[in-house]
């Protein structure tokens, strides 16, 4: 029985040190290990906003700033377009838009992607103007169309 038990943790071990020097797993491993280097700083600095800004960047902020400039003009109940990742990279913005769970996580607002059925509902769509972002009506339903297509052509990926 202590023969068996021992192979047993042999091989626990042996399988486990492998998992972990398999490329993404080792990503993966660092990124949890980094979270636990962060906890004792993050415990000095309790809100939530400067935590998720360190931990989520510009995701965050961003998504923030959209979330701020619709509660400032009382149009947070209503439903948002967001473009894609590529929309922003090529307005020269470095945005990795997140998905509308996380963005709805980040800032208690409801969004879709362009590739959503329920995107011809939006009430607001969110644009980039000489690097700013903007929100813009979504009543025309043509040009709202127009928009769905063009931030399509730029690809809805994660």
Known sequence: MLKKQFLLTVLS??????????????????KLIGYGKDLPKELRRMDEGTRFSKRFGTEYTYSVSIAE??????????????????????????????????????????TVWADSREAINASLYVHVREGKI????????????????SFKKHGVKL
Not at 19 to 27: G, H, K, M, Q, V
Not at 85 to 105: D, I, L, Q, R, W
Not at 134 to 149: E, V
């Open 13 to 30: 071990v042996v399988l486990l040190t492998g998992f972990f020097f398999l490329p993404e797993n080792r990503e993966w491993a660092e």
């Open 69 to 110: 400039n619709m509660r400032k003009n009382k149009q947070q109940s209503q439903l948002v377009l967001i473009p894609p990742t590529n929309y922003f990279t090529h307005a020269g913005m470095k945005y990795h838009v997140p998905e509308p769970a996380v963005f709805y996580y980040f800032t208690g607002i409801k």
């Open 134 to 149: 903007l929100l813009a009506s979504g009543a025309d339903k043509q040009a709202l169309k127009d928009t769905i297509a």
